[in-house]
């Protein structure tokens, strides 16, 4: 049950795979085991971007470490939740151990869009059964051939990679929004004829990023490598692809689990949270819910990797469309939490960048990277919630200094810890923080945190 390097205990893994089926032998013991434990408050933390156990396993020991110290009083247990996501390896958590050769990517990535051996068997990993075709992605990178039409083969070799084979269950969960009822279209990115436009634009992006220009300056004219963009496409599609994973295993996978909890121990109170695509996994997990299960009492969001417009009834700027996840936040016998920070340059620039709808009449020639925030296919992760009447906004200090709402979405701005990180992604991974640790406390009223030191910023 408990791993001897986790920090806390009791602890509880699940691990499903792509299509939600849960390790019944893991699932059984935590059923079995939750009341004999005398677990009154269970936390359930759902990874983002790990693909591995071993790398889920530290990030859930850390962020627990400081909760028994903040509730000394309460009968917690932990879950991790495990789901086979993909971290690229030149991406890696800020101030989160890592082996020598995923250190010293950033600054390979910085001079070279080819992609490294650990790279390569992340992509393995993730993706099992296209050795050949990840060969060829990664021969394309290194070579860079010049012609557009090249571009468009590459494009054809990663919608290859993340398609889904039929007749599985993960193209239903791709979608954030619905238009009449029905999801939207895949992002632009994997659309047939559109790959050189889209890395131009990555590439642009990750200039952006890495040179950003002040207020008022002129920025020269150049013409970024294309195949810097290229490697983006690749990351960007992989990360759809764990997208749709997140909600299949959320749905399929970890709201029955709850259901059968509640049927065996109905007293636990259950506490969701989820980091980056980990936010989606267990925001589907609502939907998943068995009808009438009212366990689940918060569910914390730390930089949500998926729409802000994800639980509104409509979108702003079209009536026909609405959130996949509309009304869901009623399924909490409690509030839903997002923690959010504009200093997620991974949501805040490049995740609205990839997540262009095919639909979408401007084209990615007129898109302007300088006033990407604004864009309809934003984050939560980088601005909260929205289009969700009542939704309440707080600071981060007014979120610990006053008791939260008992219900209804609230949007809690993280940006005073979640600060640190380089491009592309930015503050996306600084959620290892006491401070938010407190926030899952008060979201989900569990015994009475005691006051923290703030973390240096």
């Not at 590459?154 to 919608?159: A, H, I, M």
């Not at 692809?241 to 399929?252: I, N, S």
């Not at 998926?306 to 700027?317: G, I």
Request: proline residues 8%; aromatic residues 6%.
């Amino acid at each position: 049950m408990a791993d001897p390097a986790m920090s806390v205990s009791p602890y509880w893994e699940l691990t499903f795979d792509a299509d939600g089926d849960v390790d019944q032998g893991e699932c059984d013991r935590l059923l079995r085991e939750v009341r004999q434990r005398g677990v009154a408050d269970l936390i359930v933390f759902s990874h983002g971007w790990n693909s591995q156990r071993a790398g889920a396993t530290r990030l859930y020991s850390r962020f627990f470490a400081p909760i028994p110290k903040l509730a000394p009083k309460a009968r917690i247990g932990y879950v991790g939740v495990i789901w086979p996501s993909m971290e690229f390896p030149d991406q890696p958590i800020p101030d989160f151990p890592h082996t020598p050769a995923a250190v010293a990517g950033p600054t390979a990535a910085a001079t070279a869009p080819a992609l490294d051996d650990d790279t390569r068997h992340t992509l393995l990993d993730a993706f099992p059964g296209n050795a050949t075709l990840i060969d060829q992605i990664a021969r394309m990178l290194a070579q860079q051939p010049a012609q557009n039409a090249e571009l468009e083969e590459f494009g054809r070799l990663v919608r290859t990679l993340v398609e889904v084979v039929p007749p599985g269950p993960q193209a239903q969960f791709g979608a954030d929004t619905l238009a009449e009822g029905l999801p939207q279209n895949e992002p632009r990115m994997l659309a047939v004829g559109c790959t050189a436009e889209v890395c131009d634009q990555f590439a642009q992006a990750l200039e952006h990023l890495g040179s950003p220009q002040p207020p008022g300056a002129t920025a020269e004219f150049t013409l970024p490598n294309p195949w810097k963009g290229a490697r983006e496409l690749l990351r960007q599609a992989a990360y759809y692809a764990m997208k749709r994973r997140a909600g299949t295993v959320g749905e399929r996978g970890l709201g029955p689990v709850i259901g059968r909890l509640a049927g065996v121990a109905p007293e636990v109170r259950v506490h969701l949270v989820g980091h980056s695509f980990g936010g989606r996994l267990v925001s589907f997990a609502l939907r998943g819910l068995p009808e009438g299960v009212r366990s689940v009492k918060s569910v914390t969001l730390l930089q949500g990797a998926f729409s802000h417009y994800a639980f509104a009834s409509r979108l702003p700027d079209d009536a026909r469309t609405g959130g996949v996840l509309q009304g869901q936040q009623n399924r909490v016998d409690g509030p839903l939490v997002c923690c959010y920070s504009h200093f997620d340059s991974a949501l805040g620039t490049i995740y609205p960048l990839a997540s262009r709808m095919t639909d979408d009449d401007r084209s990615f020639a007129a898109f302007d990277i300088g006033r990407v925030l604004g864009d309809k296919w934003g984050a939560m992760g980088h601005d909260g919630v929205r289009a969700v009447p009542g939704t309440q906004a707080l600071t981060l200090a007014e979120a610990l200094d006053s008791p939260l709402p008992t219900s209804g979405c609230v949007n809690v701005d993280a940006c005073a810890v979640v600060c640190h990180g380089g491009a592309p992604n930015g503050a996306h991974s600084d959620i290892v923080h006491p401070e938010l640790a407190r926030v899952v406390l008060a979201a989900g009223r569990i015994g009475r945190p005691t006051a923290a030191t703030a973390s240096p910023v």
